[in-house]
């Protein structure tokens, strides 16, 4: 699956859900075709889901609400665990994505 635009690019490898570009969607009905590609990968209940962040440059607060609620269903399901990859070259990740630790305390958090 994958949505791609002028924008941003969201795909997904198998378990793996990978984001590049820049994301100012309004609101969360414009992030309703993201998270249905998410849903879906966790829907396939695979033993780990990573999310690799390390090419999204921006993530507006609606985009970083998403992550959130999508951390919280996972945490919902125990037999699926859920790993995040950042980039320390891009300064919102180090601060934002930590936050994520806050939802799901065995969240795998790699910002490299």
Same mark, same amino acid.
């Given at each position: 699956? $994958? /949505?791609?635009? =002028?924008? &941003?690019?969201?795909?997904?490898?198998?378990?793996?859900?990978?984001y590049e570009g820049t994301m100012r969607l309004s609101g969360t009905?414009? &992030?309703? +075709?993201?998270? $249905? @590609?998410? =849903?879906?990968?966790?829907?396939? #209940? +695979? $033993?780990? @889901?990573? *999310?690799? *962040?390390?090419? *999204? $440059?921006? *993530?507006?607060?609606?985009? /970083? =609400?998403?992550?959130? #609620?999508?951390? /919280?269903?996972?945490? #919902? !399901? +125990?037999?699926?665990g859920v790993r995040v990859l950042g980039s320390k070259a891009i300064?919102? !990740?180090? #601060?934002?994505?930590? =936050?994520? !630790?806050?939802?799901?305390p065995s969240l795998e958090l790699t910002i490299s």
């Open positions: 699956m $994958e /949505i791609s635009t =002028n924008d &941003y690019r969201v795909w997904t490898e198998a378990s793996t859900i990978h009905d414009a &992030y309703a +075709p993201i998270l $249905e @590609i998410m =849903n879906s990968v966790l829907s396939s #209940k +695979p $033993e780990v @889901i990573t *999310l690799d *962040l390390t090419g *999204l $440059e921006f *993530l507006n607060s609606s985009g /970083i =609400n998403l992550l959130a #609620k999508f951390t /919280i269903e996972i945490r #919902k !399901q +125990p037999d699926v300064p919102w !990740q180090s #601060k934002s994505l930590r =936050n994520l !630790q806050r939802l799901h």
